[in-house]
Every structure is written in C-alpha cells, then in structure tokens.
C-alpha cells in the first residue's frame, strides 16, 4: 500500500492562486509512480504541473527517480514550479 504523498510546503498557496485567476485544478499528487502533482486547466489547455518548494535549496527541488522517469515518457505539456509566479508565466504566456 502505498504510503500518504508528501506535499511541498507552498502547494495549497500556489493552487489557491491559480484558481483565484481563472484555472481549475485537479489534486493528482496522491496517484504516486511519479505522477505530478497537480492538473491545471485554462482556456482549453491542461499542463502537468510538478511543484517544488521554492524556499529550500535547489538541490533539494530535484526531481526524483519516478518524476524523472513520468516527465521522459509523457507526451504532453508537463512542467515544474516552485512558484506561483512560475506557473503563471507557463499558463499565460500568450497574453503577458
């Protein structure tokens, strides 16, 4: 069985922003085998999102082994934040 997912530290603020401009979200970080942690939604896209806590070290924000192995396989738009601003950039670059 599998054991309860770890959460960073900023994941709740940076959802909470998200869905205050618009996007709806959906919680996937409890799925495991690498699977991010987040599905974001806006004006008909999805992205991926794998969210690290912008406040430790960097190599602490290291992808792990199952993280690296999901973002090599998927086909889609995958990507990973350690920051509201970050996710934000992703999702509206066409209208900054």
């Not at 599998?2 to 959460?7: D, M, T």
């Not at 990973?80 to 950039?89: E, G, I, P, T």
């Amino acid at each position: 069985m599998r054991k309860r997912a770890r959460v960073d530290a900023n994941q709740k603020k940076i959802v909470s922003q998200i869905r205050e401009v618009g996007c709806s979200v959906l919680h996937t970080h409890q799925l495991g085998k690498g699977a991010p942690d987040i599905i974001v939604g806006y004006a008909g896209n999805n992205y991926l999102i794998e969210i690290k806590d912008g406040d430790k070290p960097l190599a602490q924000q290291k992808l792990t082994p199952d993280e690296i192995k999901f973002q090599a396989e998927w086909q889609g738009n995958y990507y990973v934040v350690n920051s509201f601003d970050k996710l934000r950039d992703i999702i509206f670059k066409d209208e900054l």
